[in-house]
C-alpha cells in the first residue's frame, strides 16, 4: 500500500483564484514529481523535486509553482487559476526502483 | 513521433483470453516501467524492467533491450483487469527518476 496523499481530490473553482494542490507521503523518499494528464492523454511531467529546496521544471512548461522545504512535502500553487489549468494533477515519488502514485487531483477552473 | 509507442491503443478481450500489450521506445533507457490505471485516475506501479523478464500472478512483463521493446501480458484475463495499461521508460543516463509515458492501452474484459 502507497503512502502518499493528495489533497483535493476534486476541485472546482473560478478563474482568478489561487490554489495550493497538496501532496504528502511518508516513505521518506527525495524524488518526487508532478504530472499532468488530461482525460485519454498520456502524463506529461511538469515538475520534479530530488529532495529539500531542490525543484526543477519538467518537460511540459506549467505556469504552477512547486516547493519542497520538507521532505515528505510537495505542494503545486497556481496563482491565478485559468479554465486551461482544468486537468488533473498527479503527484508521484520514488523509492529504490518502484514510483508511487497518489491519487490524482481533479481541477476544474470555470 | 512519441518517443514511447504503446500498441494497441484499445482493446476489447473475453474473460479467459490471453493478453498482450506491447510497447516500443526510441531512446536509450535504464528502466522500463508497466503501470495500472483505473477509472478515476489512481495509478499502480505493476513492473519495473531492466532486462529479461518478471511475472507476478497472471501477469508478465519481457524486455528485450536491444530490440528496445517490452510486452504485458494477461494470463487468464478477467473483467477486472480493465483498465488502462501505461509504458513509461527511465531515460539513461544518470538516475533521475524522470519517466516518459507512452499514451496508454485501454482494456476492456467483457464477461
Known amino acids: 500500500e502507497a503512502d502518499i496523499y493528495q489533497t483535493p481530490r476534486y476541485l472546482v473553482i473560478g478563474t482568478g483564484k489561487k490554489i495550493t494542490l497538496e501532496c504528502s507521503q511518508t516513505?521518506?523518499?527525495?524524488?518526487m514529481y508532478w504530472y499532468q494528464q488530461d482525460p485519454g492523454m498520456e502524463l506529461h511531467l511538469i515538475h520534479y523535486?530530488?529532495?529539500?529546496?531542490?525543484?526543477e521544471k519538467g518537460d511540459l512548461s506549467s505556469e504552477s509553482t512547486v516547493s519542497r522545504i520538507r521532505t515528505e512535502h510537495f505542494p503545486l500553487t497556481l496563482e491565478s487559476a485559468r479554465p486551461s489549468h482544468t486537468s488533473q494533477y498527479l503527484c508521484?515519488?520514488?523509492?529504490?526502483?518502484?514510483?508511487?502514485f497518489g491519487e490524482g487531483s481533479w481541477l476544474t477552473v470555470v | 513521433k512519441n518517443e514511447v509507442e504503446q500498441s494497441p491503443q484499445n482493446l476489447t478481450a473475453q474473460e479467459g483470453e490471453f493478453i498482450t500489450i506491447n510497447c516500443s521506445y526510441s531512446?536509450?533507457?535504464?528502466?522500463l516501467h508497466w503501470l495500472q490505471q483505473h477509472p478515476g485516475g489512481g495509478i499502480v506501479s505493476l513492473f519495473m524492467?531492466?532486462?529479461g523478464k518478471k511475472k507476478h500472478g497472471r501477469l508478465i512483463a519481457t524486455i528485450n533491450i536491444q530490440e528496445k521493446h517490452s510486452s504485458l501480458h494477461i494470463t487468464a484475463s478477467h473483467p477486472r483487469d480493465s483498465a488502462v495499461y501505461i509504458c513509461?521508460?527511465?531515460?539513461?543516463?544518470?538516475?533521475?527518476?524522470?519517466?516518459?509515458f507512452g499514451q496508454g492501452t485501454t482494456l476492456q474484459v467483457k464477461p
Open positions: 513509461a521508460v527511465r531515460r539513461e543516463p544518470g538516475n533521475t527518476g524522470k519517466l516518459i
Open positions: 508521484a515519488s520514488m523509492g529504490g526502483n518502484t514510483i508511487y
Open positions: 523535486s530530488y529532495g529539500v529546496n531542490s525543484t
Open positions: 524492467l531492466s532486462s
Open positions: 531512446v536509450g533507457i535504464s528502466a
Open positions: 516513505m521518506g523518499h527525495d524524488k
